[in-house]
């Protein structure tokens, strides 16, 4: 299984940091870390439910990760494979993660989809959705996978929707005039964009559209 440590930092002052896989004794901590990460607008009903962290730790273990700092878990993120066709890349969260479950996940799969990502928001200034990120990157090579994906929400767009396209908001996001809290934070974490997805994900603030964004194993 997985385990790392590394040190973060917290105004200057280096902290250890845990990576490792999570279990079922973690799961009403992860739970309480999904309904801090992720209050309304967003739809308490994609909180994760025991019975899907369940079936990730079942499914594909390795996938699986959380971050501890000082025995505390402040954070987790959550993958899959999957087949995955570059000229066909429209799909829906649901149906990319069968509904968070990830009871599709296939052992033969190229490509490792993120499911979700989340971090204490006392915590985020430690960069460990980065670390997270990282940890996954390296599954990816470990396993000589193609590559890692996934759909970002875009939680500014609401705030540009009247006066620009999805694809444009974009745009303004990888030329530097505008930032958004999620695709930013994927761009420094390594990701590149693929294409906007329409009807990606419930999401008020982002309109519901998601940005498919990528990070392609650099030796294969």
């Known amino acids: 299984m997985y385990r790392k440590e590394g040190y973060v930092f917290q105004d200057g002052k280096p902290i250890l940091a ?3 896989n999570y279990e079922k004794k973690d799961f009403k901590d992860l739970i309480m870390i999904q309904q801090q990460c992720f209050p309304p607008p967003f739809p308490s009903e ?13 499914h594909y273990p390795e996938g699986a990760l959380c971050v501890e700092i000082g025995g505390e878990i402040v954070g987790s993120i959550t993958g899959l494979l999957v087949d995955f066709d570059p000229d066909n ?6 149906e990319a993660t069968d509904h968070g479950s990830i009871r599709n996940h296939k052992n033969s799969g190229k490509t490792l989809y993120i499911v979700d990502i989340s971090v204490k928001p006392a915590y985020r200034k430690l960069d460990l959705g980065k670390l997270l990120m990282q940890s996954v990157y390296e599954r990816v090579v470990h396993d000589q996978l193609d590559r ?8 500014g ?20 005039e505008l930032k958004d809290p999620v695709i ?7 990701r590149t964009p693929i ?8 999401d008020e603030e982002s ?10 194993n650099p030796f294969k």
């Not at 994609?46 to 079942?58: C, I, N």
């Not at 294409?195 to 419930?202: A, K, Q």
């Open 46 to 58: 994609l909180w994760w439910s025991e019975a899907q962290l369940e079936s990730h730790v079942t």
């Open 18 to 20: 845990v990576v490792r």
């Open 157 to 176: 767009y609401h705030k540009y929707a009247e006066q620009l396209t999805p694809e444009q908001y974009v745009e303004c996001v990888l030329s530097g």
């Open 195 to 202: 294409c906007v997805v329409p009807n990606y994900l419930d």
């Open 207 to 216: 309109h519901n559209y998601g940005l498919l964004m990528e990070w392609k």
């Open 184 to 190: 930013t934070f994927l761009l420094r974490c390594g």
């Open 148 to 155: 890692a994906l996934g759909g970002g929400r875009m939680p």
């Open 89 to 94: 890349p429209f799909h829906t969260w649901e």
